[in-house]
């Protein structure tokens, strides 16, 4: 149950907070100002943050995806002209 509770604070970070945490494991890793165990537990807890963001990143992704198809739909409908010289190759 242990385990958990770091995966559950993680995963309740948004973007920006969780990419600070990981600006500051990084820090300490690179200036060796931890010992290698608390070192390789703060890597393993990188790699969750790292994971986290991606999934923050592919919802943004989609939802931009989603609100952009939307907005074609609306123009084409708005202007059939536009949209037979849009089908266009040149």
Known sequence: MADKKPKD???????EQAIKELTNIVGKIEQGQIP???SLDQY???MALIKHCREILQK???RIEKISEA?????KKSDPEKQETEDLPF
């Open 60 to 62: 943004a992704e989609k």
């Open 71 to 75: 907005d074609d739909k609306k123009k």
């Open 9 to 15: 604070s993680i995963e309740k970070l948004n973007f």
């Open 44 to 46: 393993e807890k990188g």
């Open 36 to 38: 290698l165990q608390d």
